[in-house]
């Protein structure tokens, strides 16, 4: 998935692409388990974006999790309204590949997929995981909540100076207020259920995060 964008830096204000009004059309289910990827979802559930490189293998880390309720994959972060994933590739939307992710806080704290996040890519690369390259491979947390902002920027500091002290460069995740979330095409959704043997690029540091 990287060889499609090389770009390091964000759009100008004049590059962004125009996108459009209409929607993206999201599979009713989901095809692991069944669960609407579309809210409203249960009284009680909470949400968080992650991007944490190619969202295929993401999204799978999420689904695997008990607590996790559902999760999609989509865009997010960027400027350009609804947009393809072909545009997304092309550096010029601005926006990140990310995992929704639907989850039940009395099954699945906030710091167990924190500790998720942290331990399956390497936060430390900026624009890239691995051989994946580009704006839409950032490290990102995109927050609902001050709880979750509060909590994510503890455990950014915290992991920081553990992957310093075994020789990482510093994190540069960003943490943010949710923008808004538009969903992938419908063949993204669960790529990985649907192709066992399809790529995953995600790979961690080794160092351990304790949640």
């Not at 580009?134 to 509060?150: A, E, K, L, M």
Request: glycine share 12%; charged share 15%; proline share 7%.
């Amino acid at each position: 998935m990287g060889l499609f964008n090389k770009k390091l830096t964000m759009p100008g204000a004049d590059e962004f692409l125009p996108g459009r009004s209409t929607e993206m059309p999201v599979p009713e289910r989901h095809f692991v388990h069944g669960r609407p990827l579309q809210g409203p979802f249960p009284s009680g559930m909470e949400q968080v974006l992650f991007g944490l490189g190619c969202f295929w293998g993401a999204e799978r880390k999420f689904w695997q999790q008990d607590g996790v309720f559902t999760t999609a994959v989509g865009y997010a972060g960027g400027r350009t309204p609804n947009p393809t994933y072909q545009e997304v590739c092309t550096g010029l939307t601005g926006h990140n590949e990310v995992v929704l992710v639907v989850y039940d806080p009395q099954r699945v704290s906030f710091a167990q997929l924190l500790k998720i996040f942290w331990e399956a890519h390497d936060p430390t690369q900026g624009m890239r995981q691995g051989n994946d390259v580009g704006t839409q491979y950032r490290s990102g947390i995109y927050v609902h909540s001050d709880p979750q902002r509060t909590a994510a920027l503890a455990s950014r500091d915290a992991y920081n100076t553990m992957l310093q002290q075994a020789g990482h460069g510093a994190i540069t995740t960003e943490i943010l207020d949710a923008p808004a979330f538009y969903y992938a095409e419908e063949y993204h959704q669960q790529y990985l259920a649907k192709n066992p043997g399809g790529y995953c690029g995600l790979g961690g540091t080794g160092v351990s995060c304790s949640a």
